[in-house]
């Protein structure tokens, strides 16, 4: 390896973390906030209170209520005899209210009637919504175990739920926010790094020493393509032994999606310093670029779900085709189509990127 | 060692309306100490990082000259040394760590590493703390080590900006010393300073002030030439008659 290149990794390394913040942020930061980015940021709707209000001794009705808080999804909610189911809601006290007819459930399925009620409190769309599709499933089974073949539908269907059979949030989430955080890192320090050697004038000493100016980007750049790509091992880890999210594709595929996204993230960051004028700005246009890029990513929510306008936005954002191409390796095993067209999309960007910033990087020397 | 020398020609620089540098002409000839005089906002840091190649003049030239033919500073680049006003070392890294940095950058071979930062590091006095930190080094020492970073790749040409800054009276005699056996080995050395007994230390002096040149020459014919017994004095008359 080139003896500059050789000598600006070592420094880079050296200085960066023999900081105890540096080391914190590269290497804490990370796991603390995968954590809990693994469980706060759940789609999963748990601990729904539910209370329920029938006349003594309907039996059925009893076992039908005891279903919803078997199935784990709901909590009991205690009510007096009497009381005001809508007052249940509108205190907060209850996010749904299960009613029974009033001459029982049994007397009214023998009717053919068996019509319950159900109160659920929509002022959070979501949490209704999954109250809805949750209670739908146990009424349904709940028919079935009490009038067997009657409760039977006509046509049926086998659910099998594949890559995250469990349904977990944390297995579509986690690899996302794998790439946020390797994104963030990046973008951030190396923007800093550039901008606070202008800010300390030590800059001016490395551009006044015979030094191409490749070797000087790359001096500057290739230390913390190094870090990201250590620190994306480093979240792959941790997302495996604190969450389990497996890595069923091959570990090649990996770290050339982490490879492509790190170009892409460290360019970036080598823009943003070419921009800002003190490590202030570097941050904040560090933050400009990514809480977008973050929004648009599918990270949280479908890309497909948005406006056509940011949709077309998203095409031009790394971290939409690192999220694509992560999901595919960690949790599909790494289907070749999605790996080459995105990887291809992504290091098309990285070219472009690198190419950007070394431009700018050259006009800021000159 | 070549024997570079510079000569700007009307030299003028603007950062938006301000105007820094007013069409200066210096003539700063081969293996002598040249003192860039001048107080704040004078233009000297301007002039230094215009003769550095950092910054594009607005117009007017600079010409250098390799054994008195016509060179490009690309050709200069390799024996041309600039040490900036600012603090220009990394405050995480010891005095080992910036030499063996700055021995990569000038791809010193081994021997000559060797020789050169034994040598530098006896001249400083900086040998029995190579394992400390430059944030924790004193400001003499400091600035110490930033020229020795500068002097480790032998230059034929040393660019100081306002080196002795903040430094105390001694160590800046020191300093000054170190100057005087590096004039001695005949390269061109262009020191700017605001502190006007620095001046006649220097083989030439360049008096500069809100970008003009007010003077150039040796210390002793330039006060003579002005009636001033000293540069404190003649730049003080100077700020009277404005």
Redesign the interface.
């Known amino acids: 390896m080139n ?2 290149l ?2 600006f990794i ?2 880079e390394l ?2 960066t973390l ?2 105890v913040r540096m080391r914190a942020l590269l290497f804490g930061a990370p796991i603390i906030q995968l954590t809990i980015f693994g469980l706060a940021l759940s789609t999963e709707i748990k601990n729904i209170k539910l209370a329920v209000v029938s006349q003594p001794g309907d039996a059925v009705f009893g076992r039908v209520a005891d279903s919803f808080y078997a199935s784990g999804w709901f909590v009991r909610v205690g009510c007096a005899p009497g009381e005001d189911p809508y007052e249940l809601i509108a205190s907060g006290r209850a996010d749904a209210v299960l009613l029974a007819p009033k001459e029982g459930l049994a007397r009214s399925a023998e009717r053919g009637d068996g019509k319950m009620q159900l109160l659920v409190d929509a002022s959070n769309s979501t949490k209704a919504r999954a109250v809805e599709a949750y209670s739908k499933n146990i009424i349904a089974a709940a028919a079935a175990r009490e009038y067997g073949a009657r409760g039977e539908p006509a046509l049926k269907f086998d659910v099998r739920v594949l890559y995250n059979p469990a349904m977990e949030s944390s297995m579509f989430l986690v690899p996302g926010v794998m790439g946020m955080l390797v994104c963030l890192i990046t973008i951030i320090l190396t923007a800093m790094s550039l901008t606070r050697e202008k800010e ?3 800059f ?8 191409s100016d490749a070797e000087v980007l790359l001096g500057k750049t290739v230390p913390y393509i190094l870090l990201g790509l250590a620190d994306a091992a480093l979240v792959v880890l941790a997302g495996y032994l604190i969450f389990g999210v497996p890595v069923r594709g091959p570990l090649w595929q990996l770290a050339l999606a982490a490879l492509a996204l790190v170009v892409n993230t460290v360019s970036i960051g080598t823009f943003i310093s070419t921009v800002a004028r003190n490590q202030q700005q570097a941050m904040l246009g560090g933050f400009m670029f990514l809480f977008p890029a973050i929004l648009m990513s599918g990270i949280m929510y479908p890309v497909e779900n948005m406006p056509k306008a940011v949709i077309a936005a998203a095409y031009l954002d790394p971290l939409m085709y690192f999220v694509r191409l992560i999901r595919n390796i960690m949790l599909k095993g790494g289907d070749a189509y999605v790996l080459w067209t995105n990887l291809g999309a992504l290091a098309l960007m990285a070219v472009f990127a690198a190419g950007l910033a070394y431009k700018r990087f050259r006009q800021t020397l ?1 | 060692m070549g024997n570079f020398s510079i000569r700007t020609e009307n030299l003028k620089k603007n950062f938006g309306a301000v105007k820094a540098l007013n069409g200066v002409s210096f003539d700063f000839s081969a293996g002598l100490l040249h003192g860039l005089i001048g107080s704040n906002g004078a233009g000297k840091t301007t002039t230094m ?1 215009l003769l ?3 910054l ?1 003049p607005s117009s007017g030239r600079i010409s250098y000259y390799s054994e008195g033919q016509p060179a490009a500073l690309s050709e200069l ?2 024996s ?11 405050p ?2 010891s005095i080992d ?1 910036h030499l ?8 010193l071979e081994p021997e000559v590493y060797a020789r050169r930062s034994t040598r530098l590091l006896n001249i400083t006095r900086l040998d029995k703390f190579r394992g400390r930190r430059a944030g924790q080094l004193s400001g003499g020492m400091y600035k110490k080590l930033g020229l020795m ?2 002097l480790l ?1 032998s230059p034929s040409v040393l660019l100081l900006d306002e080196p002795t800054n903040g430094v105390d009276p001694i160590s800046r005699r020191e300093f000054w010393e170190m100057l005087y056996d590096l004039a001695a080995e005949k390269i061109l050395i262009v020191v700017s300073t605001a502190y006007m007994d620095e001046a006649e230390r220097c083989s030439r002096v360049h008096l500069l002030d809100s970008g003009h040149l007010l003077a150039s020459g040796e210390p002793r014919a330039v006060l003579k030439e002005a009636g001033a017994s000293g540069f404190e004095e003649l730049f003080v008359r100077q700020g009277a008659q404005k």
């Open positions: 003896r500059t050789t000598a070592k420094k050296t200085q023999r900081d300390m004038g030590t001016e000493t490395i551009v006044s020493a015979p030094l000159n | 990082r550095a190649g950092l594009k680049r390799p041309l040394a600039y040490m900036p006003q600012q603090a220009s070392l990394y995480d890294l760590e063996e940095f700055f021995r990569e950058l000038y791809r970073c500068s790749q």
